[in-house]
């Protein structure tokens, strides 16, 4: 159970959240909500008691279990199999019997008997904390979310980031935590993931708290929904479900207006009757108080909602190039003895469309990664064409320096911007005023996302590298981006689970990993975006 008093939730000097008090309960299943960067990921590392509030108190009974953004937990040495069973602390027990296995193999006879020693006490810990069941419970959670055997076995290391996000979502669902708190849990799942995870937390029976712009996941699981207004730094509580709240919201939003448009109507006839009365001495108190009495006509009112501002986005202008500015040919990766892909030949010719398709972990991200120049393939070249200007949008965000500032990274994607210009620029962006000096570090999932595509639109780049460029978006900047990838005139590679992103770019040519198959588009390939 999380019961918070008060709170204050501020960004640097911008107040995100006043005066809230809430409880999250056994059974209470939340839609956290709001625009982005209305401060709902910063909320929640507070209720996880990963951040503190400017003011106010949380308290926290029961254990708690939490998905942010972008995880980067674990030693990336550790197995994906461990990381999961780390959630009950199962994986030290686990290791332990393992190192025991070695010694009970060994030739000398004291080493076999401390081995034997060792592995029973230890399996009697583990069968104590539920033992083969419970490590079946976690493989189970863990194929449900897409993750099988051969993956849970390789060092978190090798994962792709959607696999390692993957691994971090079954290990707080086995956590068997009281409360969970889940930010965008649906990000690199596939279809038939998104449907178990669906079903999964409408049974659970703990307090759960989640943001995410999945609409039939939270049609199907909440049961409250706690709306971040970032205009008035206000957090409305609804004790609905997701459809009863749209709906609410709606009608609290007809009765704000009709209220607002009465008031100001009445205010104004005060202020008008006022004004006639004001110049006759005898009547000068009654003037005043006919204006005291239409500011407290329009003091009383709830503040009629603001139309949320959205980052308007369109891509550049791609800088001239020759026929086909990039070109790769015979790439391989492998990590250890896990082989990716191999031998994949591709030419992006000027203002192509082209879609990587892939099961997760197929190497989609790093085919983008090889293609960017970030990390280096084993076999084979990347050739830049005549021209060639790349601008590269990676999942996760690391092409963002954390620990500089909002202005200073979009002033490193285009070093002889001007200041004055690159304010403009943020601004379009929804970064303004004492924004553009935050360390990107603080930044939530969707402004790093307007950042790294603010960092684009400066870049003239002419190739553009786009891997799930949708993630952690409103569905307002979502379409403001689907909008740009049509009418972008320079090429675009892409990797996206989104469905709409694959029909706005309108691709020509497929490329399906690991095979490395190359094909024409057609609408039989569209059935494969979500579930790959």
């Not at 070109?327 to 994949?344: H, R």
């Not at 892939?358 to 084979?380: C, F, I, Q, S, Y």
């Not at 379009?428 to 639109?457: C, I, M, N, Q």
Request: glycine fraction near 8%; aromatic fraction near 4%; charged fraction near 25%.
């Amino acid at each position: 159970m999380i019961t918070a008093h008060q709170l204050e939730v501020r960004a640097g000097a911008q107040v995100l959240l006043e005066d809230a008090s809430f409880r999250i309960g056994p059974g209470d299943k939340v839609g956290l909500v709001g625009r982005n960067g209305a401060g709902k990921t910063t909320l929640t590392r507070i209720l996880a008691d990963e951040g503190q509030p400017a003011a106010g108190s949380v308290v926290r009974n029961g254990p708690i279990g939490y998905l942010p953004q972008d995880p980067r937990a674990g030693d990336p040495e550790i197995v994906a199999r461990d990381r999961i069973l780390s959630a009950r602390g199962l994986d030290v027990v686990v290791a332990g019997m393992r190192k025991a296995e070695k010694q009970m193999a060994s030739s000398d006879p004291d080493e076999h008997e401390r081995g034997m020693r060792r592995y029973a006490r230890l399996e009697a810990e583990f069968l104590a904390a539920g033992g083969y069941a419970v490590e079946s419970e976690a493989a189970t959670i863990a194929a449900s979310l897409g993750l099988p055997d051969r993956v849970l076995a390789q060092p978190l290391k090798t994962l792709s980031g959607g696999q390692r996000r993957r691994v971090e979502l079954a290990r707080i669902l086995f956590s068997d935590a009281d409360t969970l708190l889940l930010d965008e849990p649906t990000n690199h799942l596939d279809a038939d993931s998104i449907v178990w995870l669906r079903d999964f937390l409408r049974a659970y029976k703990g307090g759960l708290v989640v943001i995410s712009h999945d609409v039939a996941l939270l049609d199907k699981t909440v049961n409250r929904v706690f709306h971040l207004d970032a205009n008035r730094a206000a957090l409305d509580v609804y004790n609905i479900g997701w459809t009863a709240y749209l709906a609410q919201r709606e009608t609290d939003e007809r009765r704000r207006h009709r209220e607002r448009a009465n008031a100001e109507k009445k205010a104004a006839a005060l202020k008008a009757q006022a004004d006639r009365m004001r110049y006759k001495a005898t009547k000068a108190t009654a003037a005043q108080n006919m204006d005291r009495r239409a500011q407290r006509l329009l003091a009383g009112l709830e503040e009629q909602r603001r139309q949320d501002k959205v980052a308007k986005l369109r891509f550049p202008d791609p800088a001239p190039c020759g026929k086909t500015p990039l070109t790769a040919s015979g790439l391989s990766k492998s990590y250890g003895s896990l082989e990716v892909f191999t031998d994949v030949d591709l030419a992006i010719d000027r203002g192509s469309r082209v879609v990587i398709l892939g099961l997760n972990g197929a190497g989609k991200t790093t085919l983008l990664r090889l293609l960017a120049g970030v990390e280096e393939a084993d076999t084979g070249t990347v050739e830049p064409g005549h021209g060639l200007r790349l601008g590269y949008y990676a999942q996760e965000h690391e092409t963002l320096d954390t620990s500089r500032t909002v202005l200073e990274n979009l002033r490193s994607a285009a070093p002889d911007l001007p200041e004055l210009e690159a304010r403009r620029v943020l601004g379009s962006f929804l970064f303004s005023g004492d924004a553009v000096d935050k360390p990107a570090a603080v930044l939530s999932g969707g402004e790093k996302t307007r950042l790294a595509l603010a960092s684009l639109v400066v870049s003239s780049a002419n190739v553009l590298l786009l891997d799930e460029p949708t993630n952690n978006l409103d569905p307002a900047s979502r379409e403001e981006v689907l909008a740009a990838l049509r009418g972008f005139a320079g090429a675009i590679v892409l990797v996206t689970h989104d469905e709409g992103a694959v029909e706005a770019l309108g691709p020509e040519r497929v490329v399906l990993l690991p095979d490395g198959v190359e094909d024409l588009w057609n609408p039989d390939y569209a059935e494969l975006v979500s579930l790959a």
